[in-house]
């Protein structure tokens, strides 16, 4: 696979791109450079297009009812990829992991109830809690010296202890922190919320994205213990950028809490995938491999360049190499870069969102969010939209065409060192 293929930049304007097209009605000015939502620029992988295509050239479109070979790709692919095996009976398809969790939160929890986070967060975490009158049990991550955010153990199991939270949400890997869970805190979480009797949500549908040394390790594999008391919510949406086709494969081993989960989502309505979702699921999933590798390299090239602007929390300036929370090696291919802005990189273990840190610029959050909107002209995340433990931070997306990465991350540094010398 040629990663060169990434740098093709392709016009999204117009394509009724959430990414692109609904800045002014989301207060943005028009002609900001989009860098905010988990979705990538780049065009999807051969076979899946193909996939479509033959679907689309078939040109009927009823009610669709998976086959054997898409739970057979699907597990191939979880199997071989992550040692994860599980049974077609416990996969339940659901038009998205956002959906999912909230049927989660619906269907094993009462309005008033606790559910538990670990903010700063992938915010609609909180809203399908609060949406559905449940409360928000937060145990924040804590932000260690070395820029790594770990868990507090001692509060997480306070929470457990005095909220009672009955459903555990957990990002994993983790957004916007970037963390890969290693094993043994998975463990330790799960012990924990076995003890105190809580549901363990796991949405692991940054599962694909790793760099270095660091591997995803599937909640469910942990223990056999945890298969019982977990929902694991996969999907090909980030991995292949099919967000827009609309299918996610939710296993759920247990077979009360599967059926419980069912009829949720029968009270909702939903029944039969989509279509074209479903093509474009095994297609991915049966095929996609090698396109994710070269994708993955290209992500990787892509964490260097933004750390050549942004030295990684704790690295020595000029630090090159941050893939995978490896810290400076000389020599490499990014040329020596604008590094000065005092903006630092939390180390990237997984997922394709960097966690900026703009604390060491002195600069108020509210500043830094006009300053990227309206000074370097770049529409991210603001970090207070992942929780108050947010503020000082934004979240960019890296997945798209090097050249445009390279002007946003010039257009940052240039808007933070002008502010700082005004
Ligand atoms: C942690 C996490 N979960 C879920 C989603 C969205 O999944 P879906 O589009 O299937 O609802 C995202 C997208 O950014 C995400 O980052």
Not at 69 to 85: K, N, V
Not at 227 to 235: D, G, K, L, M, Q
Not at 358 to 363: A, K, L
Request: some cysteine; proline content about 5%; overall charge negative.
């Amino acid at each position: 696979m040629d990663s060169s293929i990434f740098d093709n930049i392709i016009e999204r304007r117009g394509t009724g791109s959430l990414k692109y097209d609904c800045a002014a009605s989301r207060g943005f000015p028009d002609g900001i450079l989009p860098l905010w939502v988990a979705d990538m620029d780049f065009r999807v992988a051969d076979p899946i297009a193909a996939a479509l295509r033959a679907a689309a050239g078939h040109g009927i479109f009823g009610y669709t009812v998976p086959d054997d070979a898409y739970y057979g790709a699907l597990r191939s692919w979880w199997c071989e990829r992550f040692g994860y095996h599980f049974e077609p009976r416990s996969v339940v398809i659901t038009p998205g992991v956002v959906f999912s969790l909230a049927q989660a939160v619906r269907a094993f929890t009462e309005p008033g109830d606790g559910v538990l986070i670990q903010r700063p967060v992938y915010y609609p975490f909180s809203e399908v809690i609060e949406c559905n009158r449940r409360k928000i049990v937060n145990s924040p991550l804590a932000l260690g010296d070395d820029g790594r955010y770990g868990i507090d153990f001692e509060d997480f199991e306070r929470k457990l202890a005095e909220e009672r939270p009955k459903l555990f949400i957990m990002s994993s890997p983790h957004n916007p922190v970037g963390r890969v869970w290693e094993r043994w805190e998975l463990e330790r979480m799960g012990d924990l919320c076995i003890a105190y009797g809580c549901l363990v949500v796991s949405d692991e549908v940054h599962a694909d994205f790793t760099y270095g040394e660091n591997r995803h390790t599937v909640f469910a594999t942990v223990k056999d213990a945890f298969r019982e008391n977990s929902i694991v919510c996969t999907s090909p949406s980030k991995t292949f950028n099919l967000a827009g086709l609309q299918v996610s494969n939710i296993v759920i081993e247990d077979n009360a809490l599967r059926r419980r989960y069912k009829s949720e989502i029968e009270m909702s309505g939903y029944s039969q995938p989509n279509t074209m979702g479903v093509a474009a699921c095994r297609a991915a999933y049966e095929e996609g491999g090698p396109w994710l590798d070269g994708l993955l390299e290209y992500l990787a090239g892509n964490l260097d360049l933004l750390g050549s602007y942004f030295p990684v929390v704790g690295a020595a300036r000029g630090a090159d190499s941050v893939c995978g929370n490896q810290q400076a090696e000389a020599g490499s291919h990014v040329p020596q870069a604008r590094a000065g802005s005092g903006v630092r990189l939390v180390p990237v273990e997984g997922t394709y969102l960097p966690w900026l840190d703009f604390r060491g610029t002195d600069i108020a959050h509210s500043r830094v969010d006009d300053l990227m909107v309206n000074e370097a002209g770049v529409w991210l995340d603001s970090g207070t939209m992942f929780g108050p433990e947010g503020e000082g931070f934004q979240r960019i997306n890296i997945a798209c065409p090097r050249s445009i990465l390279r002007k946003a991350a010039e257009s940052i540094s240039a808007a933070v060192e002008n502010h700082i010398s005004e």
